[in-house]
T-cell receptor
Framework: NAGVMQNPRHLVRRRGQEARLRCSPM?????VYWYRQLPEEGLKFMVYLQKENIIDESGMPKERFSAEFPKEGPSILRIQQVVRGDSAAYFC?????????????FGPGTRLLVL | LAKTTQPISMDSYEGQEVNITCSHN???????ITWYQQFPSQGPRFIIQ???TKVTNEVASLFIPADRKSSTLSLPRVSLSDTAVYYCLVAPLVSGGYNKLIFGAGTRLAVHP
């Protein structure tokens, strides 16, 4: 059973461009979470989605950031008009939902560098 | 959500037992304690989870005293490959398994030869 997949693993963008980060959850998992990690810091929650629904986006910046988890295909974290401060590692995690443990399984992350 | 406090860093040597303690004085009745491990350039990996007393799996043990205001992750006979950042998290498990994880800075464990 493949783990959580994220691509690309590394992404370089110039200021003002758009960044699209993709996450394929583990097979059978219907819950997806996105986190951001700055160097030497812990992960910060951004958004929680179920299929076709955003459940909690309290950690998402109000502008330029959006996320979706369509019925078919991977979850997408989209950052418009990137700025240098968006440079970070972005991790996706998934969980099966209905699982009492709430354990989340993380992908390898996408490292975004904004020049 | 309960705040957690853990040492910023620890050093150990191969073969030793390592104990990392986490304080969570404001833990709520329905909170669980979960530990994750993160290697450089990788996502966090679940290690162990518990509510009270002691939990053991093939990787680690988790000791939780009766008042639950702290917990200790115990790694037996560490090796160089255990060098990583260890995060202690405290959160309730709501219906459906939704759990917004709050990560602190973690404890950087360095295992030396």
């Amino acid at each position: 059973n493949a783990g959580v997949m994220q691509n690309p693993r590394h992404l370089v963008r110039r200021r003002g461009q758009e960044a699209r980060l993709r996450c394929s959850p583990m097979k059978g998992h219907s819950h997806v979470y996105w986190y951001r990690q700055l160097p030497e810091e812990g992960l910060k929650f951004m958004v929680y989605l179920q299929k076709e629904n955003i459940i909690d986006e309290s950690g998402m910046p109000k502008e330029r950031f959006s996320a979706e988890f369509p019925k078919e295909g991977p979850s997408i974290l989209r950052i418009q008009q990137v700025v240098r401060g968006d440079s970070a590692a972005y991790f996706c995690a998934s969980s099966p939902g209905g699982d009492k443990s709430g354990t989340q399984y993380f992908g390898p992350g996408t490292r975004l560098l904004v020049l | 959500l309960a705040k957690t406090t853990q040492p910023i860093s620890m050093d150990s040597y191969e073969g030793q037992e390592v104990n990392i303690t986490c304080s969570h004085n404001n833990i709520a009745t329905n909170d669980y304690i979960t530990w994750y491990q993160q290697f450089p350039s990788q996502g966090p990996r679940f290690i162990i989870q518990g509510y009270k007393t002691k939990v053991t799996n093939e990787v680690a043990s988790l000791f939780i005293p009766a008042d639950r205001k702290s917990s200790t992750l115990s790694l037996p006979r560490v090796s160089l490959s255990d060098t990583a950042v260890y995060y202690c998290l405290v959160a309730p498990l709501v219906s459906g398994g939704y759990n917004k994880l709050i990560f602190g800075a973690g404890t950087r464990l360095a295992v030396h030869p």
